[in-house]
């Protein structure tokens, strides 16, 4: 199975600053076909999970664009700019190239 | 506007087994694969199924193939998963989701609890 490394596990941040997460993979996420299917999510505190980027660095419907993916092979990173008080909750980095799907343990956001 | 409902959560024993439901409206359900994806409390996600558009193929992990299936009634809008012999280690929100090519998850429905204890 691939395994997702993500870090840091929290993160304190203030308002309007900028945050970095990680997520590296144990196996390349190049599928076959050429593309690459890491996503992220954002758990906020007593909800369900939303998918803010699909595919590396591709916002979905209605995501800010001050959240941007990047990255390659195995290496992820998520950047949140202008953090606000909405941003606040889990991280998650999601990998659908290979099954079993599988995802990072969570990066917690907090307000310094 | 996508909803997805989850139904059938609850309280069950060990062994024994549970069917959840989700209801999906604002969009051609027929068109998209679906999944399950389960968190148990205070733990990360963990996938647990996806079915083709059509209901033609499911796949699953390890930890709960031979014992979940997956299925869909198109006519009906609606998904399903049936959990037999379960476990302790089962206990979660079970998430139903549509998904985008390749695994990544679009989008969430609400969620319902299973607690699997005597």
């Known amino acids: 199975d691939v395994v997702m490394t993500q870090t840091p596990v929290s993160l304190s941040v203030s308002l309007g600053g900028q945050v970095s997460i990680s997520c590296r993979s144990s196996?390349?996420?190049?599928?076959?076909?050429?593309?690459?299917?890491l996503s992220w999510y954002l758990q906020k505190p007593g909800q369900s999970p939303q998918l803010l980027i699909y595919?590396?660095?591709n916002r979905f419907s209605g995501i800010s664009d001050r959240f941007s993916g990047s990255g390659s092979g195995t290496d992820f990173t998520l950047k949140i700019s202008r953090v606000e008080p909405d941003d606040l909750g889990v991280y998650y980095c999601?990998?659908?190239?290979?099954?079993?799907?599988?995802f990072g343990a969570g990066t917690k956001l907090e307000l310094k | 506007e996508v909803q997805l409902v989850e139904t059938g959560g609850g309280l069950v024993q060990p062994g024994r087994s549970l069917k959840l439901s989700c209801v999906a409206s604002?969009?051609?359900?027929?068109?998209?694969?679906m999944s399950w994806t389960r968190q148990a409390p205070g733990k990360g996600l963990e996938w647990v199924a996806s079915?083709?558009?059509?209901?033609?193929?499911?796949y699953y992990p390890d930890s709960v193939k031979g014992r979940f299936t997956i299925s869909r009634d198109n006519a009906q809008n609606t998904l399903y998963l049936q959990m037999n012999s379960l476990r302790s280690e089962d206990t979660a929100t079970y998430y139903c989701?549509?998904?985008?090519?390749?695994?990544?998850?679009?989008?969430w429905g609400q969620g319902t609890l299973v607690t699997v204890s005597s």
């Open positions: 989701t549509r998904d985008g090519s390749y695994g990544w998850f679009a989008y």
């Open positions: 196996q390349s996420l190049v599928h076959n076909n050429g593309n690459t299917y």
């Open positions: 999601g990998q659908g190239t290979q099954y079993p799907y599988t």
């Open positions: 595919k590396v660095s």
């Open positions: 604002g969009f051609t359900f027929n068109n998209y694969w």
């Open positions: 079915i083709t558009n059509s209901g033609g193929s499911t």
